[in-house]
T-cell receptor, first 110, second 116 residues
């Protein structure tokens, strides 16, 4: 059974700090990796995706993938209170279905 | 980018009645749509996978006779909660996949169902 694991948190960081969110997955055949952000009472929105080992940067967000370790992370630089949300890691393995983690709740303290 | 429209955003119904939720892909064709349920402060729970022109595939523990899914076209999937009860009150979210899995899913805005 494919599993995606995330620390549920809450992860609290001060405003302006770097928030580091981690995710591990069980299926070695996984090919695509996504980070979604979900505000309370809202549906998830895609913020980053990564397919290859290494880092991918988009503004204040950096996704990091290490397939050998089956590990994907999301770094948020200069964290803002508006970044406070639950972050979902999702993994795809060439099928039609993504497997989601349970999410990590991030709280950025002003 | 891909847009998924979900309606209604909020509905209150009486116990015993049925509620239909619509999910439309606005600018792409979605052969597969997914229905999720989320209780307050809990994680997303996949209920079923909706395939255009065929029967939906339900996750273990989800009653197919209670949660009727119809995916009659490449742009529309509906979820009907039949004979709703207060325990069915939840946040229901649909999502659709545009093209290959590498593009991820696009989520609808969700439907807050309250059964009184």
């Amino acid at each position: 059974q494919k599993e995606v694991e995330q620390n549920s948190g809450p992860l609290s960081v001060p405003e302006g700090a770097i928030a580091s969110l981690n995710c591990t997955y069980s299926d070695r055949g996984s090919q695509s990796f996504f980070w979604y952000r979900q505000y309370s009472g809202k549906s998830p929105e895609l913020i980053m995706f990564i397919y290859s080992n290494g880092d991918k940067e988009d503004g204040r967000f950096t996704a990091q993938l290490n397939k050998a370790s089956q590990y994907v992370s999301l770094l948020i630089r200069d964290s803002q209170p508006s970044d406070s949300a639950t972050y979902l890691c999702a993994v795809g393995a060439g099928s039609y279905q993504l497997t989601f983690g349970k999410g990590t709740k991030l709280s950025v303290i002003p | 980018g891909a847009v998924v429209s979900q309606h209604p955003s909020r509905v209150i119904c009486k116990s015993g009645t049925s509620v239909k939720i619509e999910c439309r892909s606005l600018d792409f064709q979605a052969t597969t749509m997914f229905w999720y349920r989320q209780f307050p402060k809990k994680s997303l729970m996949l209920m079923a996978t909706s395939n255009e022109g065929s029967k939906a595939t339900y996750e273990q523990g989800v009653e197919k006779d209670k949660f009727l899914i119809n995916h009659a076209s490449l742009t529309l999937s509906t979820l009907t909660v039949t004979s709703a009860h207060p325990e069915d009150s939840s946040f229901y979210i649909c999502s659709a996949r545009e093209g290959r899995i590498n593009y991820g899913y696009t989520f609808g805005s969700g439907t807050r169902l309250t059964v009184v």
